[in-house]
């Protein structure tokens, strides 16, 4: 159990999140923090607790042009927790799950692109790998929020049903099998929201720049039903001119040519077809009730049916899996000539089968797994263009999506670095309402029901929650 006694409750949870990195949380730590502030220097100091030994934790940073009084705060406390344990992470002591957000807040400070690696090394205690990876992606991804307007958003589709659950998962999705029942009165009211939606989207003169299907698994959904959903949309001009529509078919079980040439009809330009792995006996380890060769066949009807982006997630460290065997994935992936290809790194999921049933992961994914997976995309020309991270990842690495140049999925970058408003259809949705107020920026977030019947139920909350999004569109 991990206990933080702390003078500033503003950072209460980064120590806690921070710990809980370095150590095994059923260990008793107990972590004593203050702060002290003199001039342009921050001291943070300290105890730590851990079992029968005590650490002293002492650590100084200055505030800058680019580190606020709280960031230089966060930065001393993690730089003390890290010199205190003696060690070392590859994000240092930034513990964000959006550490692009860091190096872009840097260059909006007037920091310039040469001076980017380097703070963050200093600031953060990052690695040199980490702080260039960053860097790049920040300067890129500042690209693309320069092409956004005030009246640009992004619009999410939420369809989380998956025809079986992987044991890995700890989304909100459904089993299909046991919730097929519900797919008909959950499309229905879906068209409803759309409708709804789409009509004052368009009367306010908004203009969607990406719209994401996702889940949850979409492609379980029939053709018919798919088809549906698309007709309503195209039934508000404002969905003609999405710049990007991406539908994630995850599993490769749930696509076929039929469904493949509605997407395509209705003018769908990216699919995500996930292998996650290419060794069947990993596939058979993590529940996911598919083949390599049925993810094989996939991707080759989603050849033929002629999307332009085509994406395939893979996951470094799954139970049962080998470097050999993540690094085979990745080759065989790259064969396929796929436009994007996103690599994951294994996280423990809390609700994830194999967590609530004690089992552990004996494989252990590093820094060298994801490199070769890095090296091989860029050589097969495909580029960093969004990352993320999640808690409790291995090695406390980072999820990367490549893109061969034009087909960097743009709704990635704007949702992931709340660059503009998503306005979310269906259950386990959030919206997220940005209000800029000059440099700064307001979200409002507004959440569904995150199961699906719970959302078909309450009536309420769905009327509460579009009032909401209503009159943010109004503003
Ligand atoms: S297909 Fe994706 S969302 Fe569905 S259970 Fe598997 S990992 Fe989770």
């Not at 006694?5 to 107990?30: G, V």
């Not at 982006?309 to 139970?319: E, M, Q």
């Not at 090695?395 to 087909?407: F, M, P, R, V």
Request: glycine share 6%.
């Amino acid at each position: 159990m991990i206990t933080i006694h702390c003078d500033n409750n503003a950072h209460r949870l980064d120590a806690y999140h921070l710990l809980s990195i370095l150590f095994d949380k059923s260990r008793e730590i107990t972590a004593t923090l203050s702060f002290a502030i003199q001039g342009d220097r921050v001291n943070c100091s300290g105890v730590l607790q851990l079992e029968d030994t005590t650490l002293p934790l002492q650590a100084t940073t200055l505030i800058s042009r680019h580190k606020s009084q709280k960031r230089a705060e966060n930065a001393a406390m993690g730089k003390a927790i890290l010199e205190g344990c003696n060690r070392k992470l590859p994000y240092g002591y930034s513990v964000g799950v959006r550490p692009v957000k860091v190096p872009l807040s840097y260059i909006k400070s007037g920091v310039s692109p040469d001076e980017i690696t380097e703070f963050l090394q200093t600031d953060y205690g990052m690695a040199k790998r980490n702080a260039e990876i960053l860097s790049a992606l920040a300067l890129e991804e500042l690209t693309w929020e320069q092409t956004l307007t005030e009246k640009d958003i992004c619009f999410y589709l939420s369809i989380p049903f998956c025809p079986t659950r992987c044991s890995y998962c700890s989304f909100i999705s459904s089993a299909a099998p046991n919730h097929l029942k519900i797919l008909p009165y959950y499309v229905e009211l879906l068209c409803k929201e759309i409708a709804l939606l789409g009509k004052a989207l368009q009367e306010n003169g908004y203009n969607i720049r990406a719209m994401y299907m996702g889940g949850g698994t979409p492609s379980v959904l029939t053709a018919k039903q798919l088809e549906q959903i698309f007709t309503r949309l195209y039934n508000y001009p404002i969905f003609f001119n999405i710049g990007e529509i991406t539908v994630e078919c995850g599993r490769p079980d749930t696509v076929d040519e039929e469904k493949l040439n509605i997407l395509k009809a209705f003018h769908v330009d990216r699919i995500c077809i996930n292998p996650q792995t290419t060794q069947d006996e990993v596939l058979n380890a993590i529940g996911r009730c598919h083949t390599t060769s049925r993810f094989y066949h996939a991707f080759e009807l989603a050849r033929k049916a002629g999307f332009s982006t085509l994406n395939c997630d893979l996951i470094a460290g799954l139970p049962g899996d080998t470097r050999a065997g993540f690094e085979q994935s990745i080759t065989d992936v790259l064969a396929l000539q796929p436009e994007n290809v996103t690599i994951h790194t294994f996280s423990a999921k809390k609700s994830a089968y194999l967590t609530t049933t004690g089992q552990t992961n004996p494989t252990k994914a590093d820094t060298d797994w994801v490199d070769f997976a890095r090296f091989s995309c860029i050589k097969n020309g495909l580029q960093p263009y969004y990352l993320y991270r999640q808690k409790n990842m291995q090695a406390s690495l980072e999820n990367i999506g490549y893109a061969k140049t034009g087909h960097a999925c743009m709704y990635n970058i704007f949702m992931m670095e709340d660059m503009c408003s998503i306005i979310s259809v269906g259950a386990g949705g959030i919206s997220k309402l940005i209000s800029n107020c000059g440099s700064t920026s307001k979200i409002v977030r507004v959440a569904a029901d995150k199961y699906p019947f719970e959302y078909l139920a309450n009536k309420e909350k769905r009327v509460d929650n579009m009032e909401k999004i209503s009159a943010f569109l109004l503003r």
